[in-house]
């Protein structure tokens, strides 16, 4: 009876370590797994962040040549306004001339 108690004292001291392994085998096991998750969830942050700033500096961009094609637009459509005004302004010049003379002149 003695050798059969400790048979089986020893068979739990056996299961008793192999469920320790197992347990610290689990451990390794999900600690390589959460770090795994962590490295990729840094790359997947890395690469939307690459990607948002590539996305933004390409809106720049695209914003920048709106904005210099309005810029010149506008400098165009005045420069043309200026020039429409000035050949009045000339026009209108020589006609006032031509009144204060006959004002002044009968």
Known sequence: MEARGERLLQDLVTQEKNLVRKVEEARAKAKAIVEQAAADAA????EGKARAEGAAKSDLEAATKQAEAARN?????ARDAAGLLNDKANNNAGRAATMVLEKVLP
């Open 73 to 77: 637009e506008i400098l165009h459509n």
């Open 43 to 46: 790359k997947l942050v890395a």
